[in-house]
């Protein structure tokens, strides 16, 4: 059986992270690493994480996805589950990863649900789903072959949290072979903080040109 590395990155998660978590140790296929990257959190998010058999690491990025990088970087195992602090995975999400990874695909995502299902919450989702692997490359979980991962990058050197790599400081996996499936399923808050913010300028404009229209 292969070993499996956890990696999952928080920012101010204490109401989420407790689920997050038991829902990575409640995989059927067992987690043999659990890795914890805190980004500057300020709330109780660490100290609920402390409950759990989890290594902590504290970070000062303000930038998820050096984060995740961080994680995968850290991991000890060749295939690494990445999954976002707010985020609680279905029970089966790992094992069906793997199953993908062992067909030769280097990285396996899924579908994600609204977790609070709110009608812009499910308007979200469904946003996220239909977008192709290109734009939607990972998500809020996904399984990773991290050796292939560390080759496509060419991250050369690994001291602490400090890596040399190729490119900016994000994981495009759009450049490695994914796949996405349905039946690999995750909970999230949505809309993400992009998705708000994209709402919300989309909302200023819309006002903006109603106002032109009652000044002309």
Not at 36 to 63: C, H, K, W
Request: net charge negative; with cysteine; hydrophobic share 40%.
């Amino acid at each position: 059986m292969v070993s499996v590395s956890a990696v999952v990155s928080a920012h101010n998660e204490e109401e989420y992270i407790g689920d997050c978590l038991e829902s990575v140790l409640a995989q059927t296929v067992r987690v043999d690493e659990l890795i914890l990257i805190n980004d500057r959190s300020t709330d109780r998010t660490v100290d609920i994480a402390s409950m759990f058999p989890v290594d902590i690491y504290e970070v000062q990025y303000g930038q998820i996805y050096m984060v995740k990088r961080a994680g995968i970087c850290t991991a000890r195992n060749d295939v690494v589950l990445v999954v976002d602090g707010d985020t609680e995975l279905a029970s089966d999400f790992l094992e069906r990863g793997l199953r993908h990874l062992e067909q030769g695909y280097d990285v396996a995502t899924g579908h994600v649900r609204s977790r609070d299902r709110t009608p812009m919450g499910d308007l979200a989702a469904i946003a996220c789903n239909v977008l192709p692997k290109g734009v939607y490359s990972s998500g809020p979980g996904f399984v990773l072959n991290r050796r292939h991962y560390m080759d496509t990058f060419k991250i050369t050197k690994i001291n602490g949290f400090i890596d040399i790599a190729t490119g900016a400081g994000e994981v495009p996996l759009q450049r490695m072979n994914l796949v996405k499936d349905p039946s690999m399923l995750m909970w999230t808050q949505l809309p993400s903080s992009g998705q708000r913010r994209m709402i919300t300028g989309a909302r200023a404009v819309g006002g903006l040109l109603t106002a032109l229209r009652v000044l002309t």
